[in-house]
């Protein structure tokens, strides 16, 4: 369940998140569905799936409610992805310094990206991953998170969302 919440705090079309949030009821029987994801276009209700299953009444449910349903496993993972959230998510904490920020930002509207390697670089008040991290957490910027494990050739664009 930690990796599907650590994959929606990246994923563009979610606005936010919370966690068994919502109650479905179907005749005396009550069920919480793992997460509820806002998006621009709807609400997304998901199941985390494995040893526990649920009720097969509860999709039906969820669209009695105007949602949508999805069901994930941990075959719907890509690892990729998977590990370089939780790279940012460990690496995260507090906030870049507002020079760092202003900093990083100004350059990235001049050139359009960086490496990351390079991106580090302009870091002078705030430890440079850990930034780089709280940027990317907060959506001020972007990082590749599917192609490869995150290194010093992957590429920082600006947030467009």
Same mark, same amino acid.
Request: overall charge negative; proline content about 5%.
């Given at each position: 369940?930690?990796?599907?919440?650590?994959?929606?705090?990246?994923? #563009?079309?979610?606005?936010?998140? +919370? *966690?068994?949030? =919502?109650?479905?009821?179907? &005749?005396?029987? $009550?069920?919480?569905? /793992?997460?509820?994801?806002?998006?621009?276009?709807?609400?997304?209700?998901?199941?985390?799936?494995?040893?526990?299953?649920?009720?097969?009444?509860?999709?039906?449910?969820?669209?009695?409610?105007?949602?949508?349903?999805?069901?994930?496993?941990?075959?719907?993972? #890509?690892?990729?992805?998977?590990? +370089? *959230?939780?790279? =940012?998510?460990?690496?995260? &904490?507090?906030? $870049?310094?507002?020079? /760092?920020?202003?900093?990083?930002?100004?350059?990235?509207?001049?050139?359009?990206?960086?490496?990351?390697?390079?991106?580090?670089?302009?870091?002078?008040?705030?430890?440079?991953?850990?930034?780089?991290?709280?940027?990317?957490?907060?959506?001020?910027?972007?990082? #590749?998170?599917?192609?490869?494990?995150?290194?010093?050739?992957?590429?920082?664009?600006?947030?467009?969302?």
């Amino acid at each position: 369940m930690r990796d599907v919440a650590c994959l929606l705090e990246f994923e #563009d079309e979610v606005s936010s998140w +919370n *966690c068994r949030s =919502l109650q479905v009821r179907h &005749g005396f029987d $009550a069920y919480s569905p /793992d997460f509820v994801a806002e998006r621009p276009s709807d609400i997304l209700v998901i199941d985390v799936v494995g040893q526990r299953r649920p009720p097969p009444w509860v999709a039906e449910a969820v669209d009695r409610e105007g949602f949508a349903y999805r069901t994930m496993s941990r075959g719907d993972i #890509d690892p990729i992805r998977l590990k +370089n *959230c939780k790279d =940012l998510i460990q690496s995260s &904490g507090g906030e $870049a310094s507002l020079g /760092d920020r202003v900093r990083l930002l100004s350059v990235l509207d001049e050139q359009s990206s960086l490496t990351l390697a390079e991106s580090l670089s302009l870091f002078q008040d705030t430890k440079p991953i850990r930034g780089l991290a709280n940027m990317a957490v907060g959506r001020f910027i972007e990082i #590749d998170l599917d192609t490869a494990l995150i290194g010093p050739e992957t590429v920082v664009r600006r947030y467009r969302g």
